[in-house]
Protein backbone atom coordinates (compact mmCIF):
# COMPACT_ATOMS: atom_id res chain seq x y z
CA UNK A 1 0.00 0.00 0.00
CA UNK A 2 1.27 3.31 -1.32
CA UNK A 3 1.70 6.13 1.79
CA UNK A 4 -1.00 8.24 0.07
CA UNK A 5 -3.24 5.15 0.15
CA UNK A 6 -2.36 4.59 3.92
CA UNK A 7 -3.90 8.27 4.79
CA UNK A 8 -7.68 8.84 5.01
CA UNK A 9 -8.93 10.02 1.48
CA UNK A 10 -10.81 12.51 1.06
CA UNK A 11 -12.86 14.18 -2.37
CA UNK A 12 -14.10 17.47 -2.29
CA UNK A 13 -16.12 18.69 -5.07
CA UNK A 14 -15.86 22.44 -5.73
CA UNK A 15 -12.77 23.44 -4.84
CA UNK A 16 -12.09 26.89 -6.53
CA UNK A 17 -9.82 29.56 -4.74
CA UNK A 18 -11.85 31.30 -2.42
CA UNK A 19 -14.54 29.00 -1.63
CA UNK A 20 -15.86 26.64 1.54
CA UNK A 21 -14.38 24.07 -0.99
CA UNK A 22 -10.69 25.25 -1.13
CA UNK A 23 -10.88 26.04 2.62
CA UNK A 24 -12.23 22.46 3.34
CA UNK A 25 -9.21 21.26 0.98
CA UNK A 26 -6.63 23.00 2.42
CA UNK A 27 -7.81 22.14 6.01
CA UNK A 28 -7.66 18.05 5.54
CA UNK A 29 -4.52 18.49 3.92
CA UNK A 30 -3.19 20.18 7.40
CA UNK A 31 -4.76 17.26 8.72
CA UNK A 32 -2.53 14.82 7.17
CA UNK A 33 -5.22 13.56 4.45
CA UNK A 34 -4.81 12.53 1.10
CA UNK A 35 -7.20 15.27 -0.19
CA UNK A 36 -8.60 14.73 -4.01
CA UNK A 37 -9.85 18.28 -4.73
CA UNK A 38 -12.52 18.33 -7.88
CA UNK A 39 -13.10 21.84 -10.00
CA UNK A 40 -14.04 22.46 -13.72
CA UNK A 41 -11.40 24.90 -14.93
CA UNK A 42 -8.37 24.79 -15.48
CA UNK A 43 -6.89 27.86 -13.75
CA UNK A 44 -8.76 26.40 -10.82
CA UNK A 45 -6.65 22.91 -11.03
CA UNK A 46 -3.18 24.49 -11.43
CA UNK A 47 -3.73 26.39 -8.40
CA UNK A 48 -4.71 23.62 -6.12
CA UNK A 49 -2.00 21.27 -7.23
CA UNK A 50 0.58 24.13 -6.86
CA UNK A 51 -0.65 23.77 -3.01
CA UNK A 52 0.39 19.78 -3.23
CA UNK A 53 -3.21 18.67 -3.16
CA UNK A 54 -4.46 15.82 -5.75
CA UNK A 55 -6.31 17.82 -8.87
CA UNK A 56 -8.83 16.18 -10.54
CA UNK A 57 -10.84 17.65 -13.23
CA UNK A 58 -14.74 17.42 -12.25
CA UNK A 59 -17.81 18.93 -13.76
CA UNK A 60 -20.56 17.33 -11.24
CA UNK A 61 -23.44 18.16 -14.17
CA UNK A 62 -21.27 16.13 -16.93
CA UNK A 63 -21.61 12.51 -16.27
CA UNK A 64 -18.86 11.99 -18.49
CA UNK A 65 -16.71 13.91 -16.27
CA UNK A 66 -17.91 12.72 -13.06
CA UNK A 67 -17.09 8.64 -14.67
CA UNK A 68 -13.16 9.89 -15.54
CA UNK A 69 -13.18 10.95 -12.24
CA UNK A 70 -14.15 8.32 -11.09
CA UNK A 71 -11.51 6.04 -12.58
CA UNK A 72 -8.84 8.44 -11.07
CA UNK A 73 -9.89 8.15 -7.45
CA UNK A 74 -9.74 4.57 -8.01
CA UNK A 75 -6.22 4.39 -9.15
CA UNK A 76 -5.14 7.25 -6.26
CA UNK A 77 -7.30 5.83 -3.24
CA UNK A 78 -7.44 1.94 -4.69
CA UNK A 79 -10.86 1.60 -4.70
CA UNK A 80 -10.97 2.92 -1.31
CA UNK A 81 -12.87 6.59 -0.51
CA UNK A 82 -12.75 7.68 3.53
CA UNK A 83 -14.98 10.99 3.34
CA UNK A 84 -17.10 12.82 0.20
CA UNK A 85 -17.15 16.22 0.54
CA UNK A 86 -20.40 17.36 -1.59
CA UNK A 87 -19.87 20.63 -1.82
CA UNK A 88 -20.27 22.22 -5.59
CA UNK A 89 -23.62 23.49 -5.55
CA UNK A 90 -25.53 26.71 -7.35
CA UNK A 91 -27.51 29.79 -6.01
CA UNK A 92 -30.13 31.16 -7.68
CA UNK A 93 -31.54 34.43 -6.15
CA UNK A 94 -34.64 35.37 -7.98
CA UNK A 95 -38.49 35.82 -6.80
CA UNK A 96 -40.30 32.74 -7.69
CA UNK A 97 -42.94 33.86 -9.42
CA UNK A 98 -40.10 35.05 -11.68
CA UNK A 99 -38.30 31.98 -11.81
CA UNK A 100 -38.48 29.90 -14.92
CA UNK A 101 -38.82 25.98 -15.13
CA UNK A 102 -35.42 26.22 -17.07
CA UNK A 103 -33.36 27.19 -14.74
CA UNK A 104 -35.29 25.80 -11.70
CA UNK A 105 -34.46 22.59 -13.01
CA UNK A 106 -30.70 23.84 -13.61
CA UNK A 107 -30.34 24.45 -10.17
CA UNK A 108 -32.11 21.02 -8.85
CA UNK A 109 -29.61 19.18 -11.18
CA UNK A 110 -26.24 20.92 -9.61
CA UNK A 111 -27.58 20.61 -6.08
CA UNK A 112 -29.76 17.77 -6.29
CA UNK A 113 -29.19 14.88 -8.84
CA UNK A 114 -25.59 15.65 -9.31
CA UNK A 115 -24.43 14.96 -5.53
CA UNK A 116 -27.04 11.53 -5.75
CA UNK A 117 -25.30 10.73 -9.26
CA UNK A 118 -21.37 11.12 -8.29
CA UNK A 119 -22.17 9.68 -4.27
CA UNK A 120 -23.93 6.16 -6.14
CA UNK A 121 -20.77 6.34 -8.80
CA UNK A 122 -18.11 6.37 -5.96
CA UNK A 123 -20.90 4.11 -3.48
CA UNK A 124 -18.40 0.88 -4.04
CA UNK A 125 -15.38 3.27 -2.80
CA UNK A 126 -17.48 4.45 0.31
CA UNK A 127 -18.47 0.75 1.27
CA UNK A 128 -15.40 -0.64 0.93
CA UNK A 129 -13.92 1.70 3.74
CA UNK A 130 -17.03 1.89 4.87
CA UNK A 131 -16.83 6.05 4.82
CA UNK A 132 -18.27 9.08 5.63
CA UNK A 133 -20.82 11.50 3.18
CA UNK A 134 -20.31 15.18 3.77
CA UNK A 135 -23.35 16.92 2.36
CA UNK A 136 -22.84 20.80 2.61
CA UNK A 137 -26.51 22.33 2.70
CA UNK A 138 -27.77 25.54 4.14
CA UNK A 139 -30.27 27.24 7.22
CA UNK A 140 -32.38 28.30 3.52
CA UNK A 141 -33.58 24.79 3.79
CA UNK A 142 -35.86 25.29 6.67
CA UNK A 143 -36.11 29.26 6.96
CA UNK A 144 -38.14 31.18 4.29
CA UNK A 145 -35.89 33.21 2.94
CA UNK A 146 -37.29 35.89 0.36
CA UNK A 147 -35.96 35.68 -3.11
CA UNK A 148 -34.10 32.31 -2.64
CA UNK A 149 -36.86 30.14 -2.46
CA UNK A 150 -35.18 27.93 -5.56
CA UNK A 151 -32.04 27.54 -3.83
CA UNK A 152 -33.98 26.67 -1.00
CA UNK A 153 -36.03 23.91 -1.91
CA UNK A 154 -32.71 22.57 -3.61
CA UNK A 155 -30.85 22.52 -0.08
CA UNK A 156 -34.10 20.89 1.59
CA UNK A 157 -34.06 18.18 -1.14
CA UNK A 158 -30.94 17.43 -0.06
CA UNK A 159 -31.00 17.85 3.87
CA UNK A 160 -34.21 15.17 2.61
CA UNK A 161 -31.24 13.27 0.74
CA UNK A 162 -28.80 12.92 3.74
CA UNK A 163 -31.39 12.15 6.33
CA UNK A 164 -32.65 8.86 4.21
CA UNK A 165 -29.56 7.78 2.99
CA UNK A 166 -28.17 7.94 6.75
CA UNK A 167 -31.02 5.17 7.83
CA UNK A 168 -30.23 3.45 4.33
CA UNK A 169 -26.68 2.95 4.62
CA UNK A 170 -26.71 2.39 8.09
CA UNK A 171 -26.11 -1.32 8.49
CA UNK A 172 -23.52 -0.68 6.05
CA UNK A 173 -21.39 1.63 8.01
CA UNK A 174 -21.55 4.17 5.98
CA UNK A 175 -22.43 7.68 7.90
CA UNK A 176 -24.03 10.37 6.37
CA UNK A 177 -23.35 13.98 7.93
CA UNK A 178 -25.53 16.94 6.72
CA UNK A 179 -23.69 20.49 7.50
CA UNK A 180 -26.06 23.14 7.94
CA UNK A 181 -24.36 26.14 6.58
CA UNK A 182 -25.52 29.88 7.68
CA UNK A 183 -23.37 32.73 6.90
CA UNK A 184 -19.90 32.23 5.41
CA UNK A 185 -17.64 34.83 3.94
CA UNK A 186 -16.32 33.32 0.71
CA UNK A 187 -16.48 33.56 -2.76
CA UNK A 188 -19.54 31.12 -2.65
CA UNK A 189 -21.05 28.84 -5.07
CA UNK A 190 -21.60 30.26 -8.57
CA UNK A 191 -24.94 31.68 -10.01
CA UNK A 192 -25.46 34.27 -7.27
CA UNK A 193 -26.29 37.35 -9.30
CA UNK A 194 -28.83 37.07 -12.54
CA UNK A 195 -30.97 40.05 -13.72
CA UNK A 196 -35.13 40.27 -12.55
CA UNK A 197 -37.52 40.57 -15.42
CA UNK A 198 -38.37 44.50 -15.85
CA UNK A 199 -41.61 43.60 -14.89
CA UNK A 200 -41.12 41.24 -12.06
CA UNK A 201 -43.86 42.37 -9.01
CA UNK A 202 -40.75 42.44 -6.86
CA UNK A 203 -39.17 45.50 -8.78
CA UNK A 204 -39.14 47.76 -6.04
CA UNK A 205 -37.38 45.76 -4.19
CA UNK A 206 -34.36 44.34 -6.36
CA UNK A 207 -31.76 45.95 -4.82
CA UNK A 208 -32.96 45.38 -1.40
CA UNK A 209 -30.48 44.10 1.04
CA UNK A 210 -31.80 42.73 4.75
CA UNK A 211 -30.59 43.03 8.00
CA UNK A 212 -28.96 39.38 8.94
CA UNK A 213 -25.49 38.64 7.82
CA UNK A 214 -24.72 41.77 6.86
CA UNK A 215 -21.55 42.31 9.99
CA UNK A 216 -18.86 39.80 10.42
CA UNK A 217 -19.56 36.46 9.00
CA UNK A 218 -17.19 33.72 9.99
CA UNK A 219 -14.55 33.18 7.46
CA UNK A 220 -14.05 29.90 4.90
CA UNK A 221 -11.13 29.06 7.19
CA UNK A 222 -13.04 29.12 10.46
CA UNK A 223 -16.02 27.22 8.87
CA UNK A 224 -13.49 24.77 7.48
CA UNK A 225 -12.02 23.81 10.51
CA UNK A 226 -15.13 23.12 12.41
CA UNK A 227 -15.85 21.12 9.87
CA UNK A 228 -13.30 18.79 9.30
CA UNK A 229 -13.17 18.65 12.94
CA UNK A 230 -16.55 16.96 13.40
CA UNK A 231 -15.89 14.59 10.09
CA UNK A 232 -12.91 13.31 11.93
CA UNK A 233 -14.37 12.29 14.73
CA UNK A 234 -14.76 8.92 13.73
CA UNK A 235 -17.39 6.22 14.13
CA UNK A 236 -17.93 6.84 17.94
CA UNK A 237 -20.38 4.77 19.49
CA UNK A 238 -24.14 4.47 19.83
CA UNK A 239 -27.05 4.07 22.53
CA UNK A 240 -30.22 3.76 21.24
CA UNK A 241 -31.27 6.87 19.29
CA UNK A 242 -28.00 8.84 20.96
CA UNK A 243 -24.34 8.83 19.11
CA UNK A 244 -21.51 9.43 21.48
CA UNK A 245 -17.87 10.86 20.44
CA UNK A 246 -18.49 10.77 16.72
CA UNK A 247 -19.35 12.25 13.98
CA UNK A 248 -22.85 13.44 13.98
CA UNK A 249 -26.09 13.20 11.43
CA UNK A 250 -25.97 16.54 11.38
CA UNK A 251 -24.18 20.12 12.37
CA UNK A 252 -25.33 23.71 12.64
CA UNK A 253 -22.24 25.78 11.82
CA UNK A 254 -21.99 30.02 10.51
CA UNK A 255 -22.74 33.57 11.80
CA UNK A 256 -26.31 33.52 13.28
CA UNK A 257 -26.62 29.96 13.33
CA UNK A 258 -28.06 29.90 16.79
CA UNK A 259 -30.44 32.79 16.35
CA UNK A 260 -31.67 30.56 13.13
CA UNK A 261 -31.55 27.48 15.29
CA UNK A 262 -33.84 29.61 18.03
CA UNK A 263 -35.43 31.14 15.04
CA UNK A 264 -36.66 27.78 13.65
CA UNK A 265 -37.61 25.98 17.05
CA UNK A 266 -40.54 29.09 17.62
CA UNK A 267 -42.20 27.65 14.98
CA UNK A 268 -43.13 28.83 10.75
CA UNK A 269 -45.18 31.52 12.19
CA UNK A 270 -42.78 33.34 13.88
CA UNK A 271 -40.72 32.67 11.36
CA UNK A 272 -42.75 34.19 8.71
CA UNK A 273 -43.28 37.15 11.00
CA UNK A 274 -39.67 37.94 11.56
CA UNK A 275 -38.55 37.32 7.91
CA UNK A 276 -41.09 39.76 6.94
CA UNK A 277 -39.46 42.65 9.09
CA UNK A 278 -35.85 41.52 8.26
CA UNK A 279 -36.53 42.30 4.66
CA UNK A 280 -37.69 45.74 3.21
CA UNK A 281 -41.33 44.79 2.08
CA UNK A 282 -42.23 48.64 3.23
CA UNK A 283 -40.77 49.35 -0.08
CA UNK A 284 -42.95 47.07 -1.61
CA UNK A 285 -45.81 47.86 0.55
CA UNK A 286 -45.43 51.93 -0.80
CA UNK A 287 -45.30 50.81 -4.38
CA UNK A 288 -48.63 49.33 -3.91
CA UNK A 289 -50.26 52.27 -2.12
CA UNK A 290 -48.71 54.20 -4.67
CA UNK A 291 -49.95 52.43 -7.40
CA UNK A 292 -54.07 51.87 -5.53
CA UNK A 293 -53.92 55.95 -5.31
CA UNK A 294 -53.32 56.50 -8.99
Given at each position: ???????????????????????????????????????????????????????????????????????????????????????????YVMP???????????????????????????????????????????????????????????????????????????????????????????????????????????????????????????TAEE????????????????????????????????????????LEML????????????????????????????
Open positions: MSVQQSRKSVLITGCSPGGIGFALAQEFQSRNCNVIATARKPEALAELAALGLTAVRLDVDDEDSINEAKAQVEEITGGKLDILVNNAGVRLTDATPERVRSVFETNVISVMTLTNKLMPFLLASEGLIVNISSYSDRLGYPFKGVYAMSKAALTAYSRNLSVELAHYNVRVLNVVTSFVSSKGQSGVAEPWPQDSLFDSMRDAGQKVGSGRRMYAKDVVTETLRGKGWSFGPWRFFGTREMMRIGTSSTKMWFGEGWIRFIMLRMWPFWKLKDTLHNKKGN
